[in-house]
Structure formats: structure tokens, C-alpha cells
């Protein structure tokens, strides 16, 4: 399994085993996993969750932004040897052993945010950010490169073979709120941001609350920070879950109901 390295001004000040299932807080308050004594860091930060068989790092809407090899992010899947920089200290994200790293790349999931502090001028120069928070792309688009068995062609024809499934999602409302909601991008914000998918307002409702993705495997619903943590069937989320067909959620004031699943493939027509 991965782990992270703090440093500062050349010092190791800790390290910190990443596991799958669990989420790592970053901040410079004590209710945080990992602490970092330092002004120019958030009271809560940053955040490293845990997602399918990866890592994500998400900007927790910090003062001064979240960095990761230089490039202002609000959210970006981990590699190897990546370097995070929070205020004036540096993270730094390693496997133990290199047959732990997935074989699959991820494609980065960022999004950016605007900073005023001058302190950061110089990298923002370089990362020259241009989409909003909600522009994410390249999200697991790529397929894993596997071994592949021939297999003996059929001697009857079997239909169309060049459809592929994709998985659909809808979030209807059941309260505070009306109709709909299709879930067909990679992926989904919530929160009292005026810029996110689904604005939920509220005295305890975060910028960002919850992040719905869109991932091969389902859809993943990831708590982000906020007082009001989200539930699924009446149990509260505090790391990432699959949704499953019917779930209900609950947000704050909002509840709705997860309806998904693959569509079906037509069946093959008769021939003579």
C-alpha cells in the first residue's frame, strides 16, 4: 500500500500509511489525520481518499489552493512519486514496492480554483489554470490493458457486437427539490457552491459536501467536509460507497432516491 512523506525545508516531519477504504485529512487543526503547524494551511485542507483500487486528493476549497506537481488542482488521482504542496510544506505520494503500484494510469481529475495570495503567483504562473472547479475530464476513460483469450466464432450470427454498456445514473428527489437529475458526467459536486452540480444551502452545509464519480465499476459517492455528512439508507458516509439501484441520500435538507444500471443490449433479429 502507498504512503505519504511531510516534509519541510528539507526535513521529514512524518509518515503516514495510506489504506484502501479509509480517508486521510489534512489540515491544521487536531480533528485531522495529518497536522501541519503552518498559517498558510487550512484548517481542514486537504484530503486523500481512498477509490476503487486508487488514490484521489482533493482541495478541501482552501484559502491558498492545494498543489500537485506544481499544477493547482481541486482534485487529481495520485501516481507514484507525485508531490503535493500544502502551504509551505511538501507531501510526497510513494508505493512501498513497486509490484504495489496498479498497473492501470489514471488520467488526472482536476479542476482549479482562483487565488488572490501572492505567495503562490509564481506557481499559479506555471500551472496556468483555465476550467472551473466543475470541468473535470479524463476520468478513467482509458481501458485496462489486459490479456485477452480468442475466443471461436459462433457458427449463427449473435446480434450487434460493437455495443458497449454504459452505466446510467438519476438522482430523484424525494425532498427539497423537484424532478431529476441525470447523472452523465464523470463527475458530480454537491454543496452550497453556487458552482457546484447540485447547490444544497445550509448553516452547516460545506462549499463542497459530496462528490459523486462515475467509475467502471458504479457510481462512487465520497463525502468531502462539511459538519452535514451525507447518509445512504440511513447510514452516515464518512469515506467512499458504491451506490446501488434505490439507494436513498440524504444531504441536508435534500433527500433523494439513486436510480442506476446498464442498459440492455436489443436482442439479435431473426434471420433467415
Not at 482534485?75 to 507531501?91: C, P
Request: hydrophobic letters at 35%; glycine letters at 8%.
Amino acid at each position: 500500500m502507498p504512503h505519504i512523506t511531510i516534509r519541510s525545508k528539507d526535513k521529514i516531519l512524518g509518515d503516514y500509511q495510506l489504506q484502501k477504504g479509509v480517508s486521510l485529512t489534512i489540515g491544521r487543526r487536531e480533528k485531522n489525520n495529518v497536522i501541519i503547524d503552518d498559517m498558510a494551511v487550512s484548517g481542514h485542507h486537504a484530503k486523500i481518499d481512498s477509490v476503487g483500487d486508487g488514490f484521489v486528493v482533493f482541495d478541501l476549497q482552501s484559502k491558498n489552493g492545494s498543489f500537485v506537481n506544481e499544477q493547482l488542482i481541486n482534485s487529481h488521482w495520485l501516481k507514484h512519486g507525485d508531490t503535493i504542496n500544502v502551504g509551505e510544506h511538501l507531501i510526497v505520494f510513494e508505493y512501498t514496492e513497486l509490484e504495489d503500484i496498479p498497473s492501470e494510469e489514471r488520467k488526472k481529475l482536476e479542476g482549479t480554483l482562483i487565488l488572490d495570495t501572492s505567495q503562490y503567483r509564481s506557481k499559479i504562473r506555471k500551472s496556468n489554470p483555465t476550467r472551473s472547479i466543475n470541468n473535470v475530464a479524463g476520468f478513467w476513460d482509458s481501458p485496462p490493458s489486459r490479456k485477452q483469450v480468442k475466443e471461436k466464432k459462433p457458427e449463427l450470427p449473435m446480434g450487434p457486437t460493437n455495443i458497449k454498456k454504459e452505466l446510467h445514473g438519476t438522482l430523484q428527489y424525494l425532498a427539497g427539490g423537484k424532478g431529476e437529475i441525470n447523472l452523465t458526467r464523470k463527475f458530480t459536486t454537491i454543496g452550497k457552491h453556487p458552482a457546484s452540480d447540485i447547490v444544497i444551502k445550509g448553516l452547516f452545509m460545506a462549499q463542497t459536501s459530496v462528490t459523486i464519480s462515475k467509475l467502471p465499476d458504479g457510481f462512487h459517492l465520497c463525502y468531502v467536509g462539511g459538519i452535514s455528512k451525507p447518509k445512504v439508507n440511513k447510514q452516515t458516509i464518512r469515506k467512499s460507497t458504491i451506490l446501488s439501484d434505490e439507494d436513498i441520500i440524504a444531504i441536508g435538507s435534500v433527500k433523494m432516491k439513486f436510480l442506476g444500471g446498464t442498459p440492455s443490449i436489443p436482442a439479435a433479429s431473426p434471420t433467415n
